[in-house]
């Protein structure tokens, strides 16, 4: 519009607040990602093993439902650390699959058009891009790993009574801080490849990689080299190590074969969020020198 003209008029509609700003990336995400009945889906989906989760808190506590299924509470699963220890680690690995969906397109995308320059020429800064995108698998994960968790937890308690509550409580700490190392890791590896590897398809195979294939390749080099701590490789054990320590839980198999300890798995962690918060700060830029 030319400016002679004097009928331009300046933006009067109300402004978004900084501290949220970084919201608006996670909510057109969103937007794009539900109009697909095929994620959508997926997403509901997610939500049957808590459903199944229901109901076994359920029957442990109905003494006519035991009746009628002619089974006893000793026929049923303990309700304890251990049981949600199980649960809280079907939906994270729900939550992994969402992740490989979503994950790799969020960057990438914005790298491969040169889209960059268009997010970051306006109010936002290179912080609250990453914030942003971090926030799409963040909250998606939340509605399918702790947020439930905690509601089946608290179930159990209303029928448990307030003795079990009291005596159980740290379960509720344990089964949002195993959810949270789950998305913080998943949220960062998924952003950091996306940034990476500017092919979507290729992205989404590195990250399935990540968790899947790293596995067996190292149980062949503890079972070939003795190496104890070759498991450490293996973001797939080191999340399980972690959950065993949040739990209080030890399986043999983690005594027989590979003994890691939960302070190395915490290390391993810390070193890959560090690498890929590195990737992101490196690729996340408003332009890009090419020699």
């Known amino acids: 519009m030319a400016v002679y003209e004097h009928t331009y008029q300046p ?39 808590v459903l199944v989760e229901a109901v076994l808190i359920y029957f442990h506590h ?3 439902a035991l009746a009628i299924m002619e089974l006893s509470v000793a026929d049923l699963i303990s309700i304890n650390n251990s049981f949600f220890r199980v649960f809280t680690s079907i939906q994270c690995w729900i939550g992994f699959v969402l992740t490989v969906i979503i994950g790799p397109s969020l960057i990438s995308r914005d790298l491969a058009n040169n889209a960059l320059p268009l997010y970051l020429c306006r ?4 912080a609250e891009y990453i914030i942003g995108k971090i926030s799409v698998i963040a909250f998606m994960l939340s509605a399918i790993t702790w947020v439930p968790g905690l509601l089946m937890f608290f179930f159990q ?26 998305i913080i890791l998943l949220a960062l590896l998924s952003t950091a490849l996306s940034a990476l590897i500017k092919w979507k398809l290729a992205a989404g195979g590195a990250i399935f990689a990540s968790f899947i294939a ?8 503890v079972g070939m080299f003795r190496a104890v701590n070759g498991f450490v490789i293996s973001p797939t054990f080191v999340m399980y190590r972690i959950g065993e320590g949040f739990f209080g839980v030890e399986t ?29 700060t490196r690729k996340v830029r408003a332009y890009e020198v090419i020699k």
């Open 11 to 49: 933006y009067a509609g109300q402004l978004t607040p900084e501290r949220s700003r970084f919201l608006i990336i996670p909510r057109y995400a969103y937007q794009d990602l539900f109009k697909s009945r095929i994620f959508t889906a997926l997403f509901v989906v997610g939500f049957v093993p």
């Open 62 to 64: 109905n003494t006519t």
């Open 123 to 126: 109010p936002i800064s290179r």
């Open 157 to 182: 308690s209303f029928l448990g009574g307030f003795g079990w509550l009291t005596s159980n409580l740290w379960m509720a700490g344990s089964i949002f801080l195993y959810s949270l190392t789950w």
């Open 214 to 221: 790293t596995l067996p390749m190292a149980g062949i080099i």
């Open 252 to 280: 043999d198999l983690t005594i027989r074969d590979a003994p890691l300890p939960v302070f190395s798995a915490w290390v391993v962690y810390l070193l890959i969020c560090g690498i890929c918060l590195l990737i992101l």
